[in-house]
């Protein structure tokens, strides 16, 4: 059972790129992108303080603003430049990501795509 101030987002990380959707709701998807490029050639982020500030950005834009903060779950999935999976650094820094913009929960997840009933497994066991 969901909690009535609780959100769970997947996030979807590509080039320069948010895909962000409610898990509850994956057609509604929303792209955010940053001014400035948070990629760089070795890494998916390689420009932290820019990838947070869109990524705060992007689920305040999604989960709005309330004078009680939902409590938000995230699962991060890295679509690209995951060539023989994460290390534990990369691994970190999509979790900090995160955690910087706001997430109380964080599932890292590298493979396919999921649906709802994944997702939900992986912010259970986060």
């Known amino acids: ?12 990380v590509s080039r320069d790129t948010f895909k962000i959707s409610p ?8 792209v955010f992108t ?4 948070f990629t ?4 998916l982020v390689g420009q932290f303080s820019i990838a947070e500030r869109c990524l705060k950005d ?8 309330s004078l009680i903060p939902k ?6 999935h890295p679509e690209e430049m995951v060539d023989g999976g ?4 990369e691994e970190r820094l999509f979790r900090e990501l995160c955690l910087g913009a706001g997430a109380r929960k964080v599932a890292v997840w590298v493979g396919g795509p999921l ?7 992986l912010l259970e066991n986060a």
């Open 23 to 30: 898990v509850s709701e994956p057609s509604r998807e929303q």
């Open 71 to 76: 409590s938000v779950g995230i699962v991060v």
């Open 86 to 89: 994460l290390s534990q650094v």
């Open 40 to 43: 760089t050639r070795r890494l």
């Open 115 to 121: 649906g709802s009933s994944e997702l939900n497994k």
């Open 1 to 12: 059972m969901k909690k009535a101030f609780s959100v769970e987002l997947y996030v979807k």
């Open 58 to 65: 992007a689920v305040t834009s999604v989960v709005g603003r």
């Open 34 to 37: 940053p001014s400035e490029a």
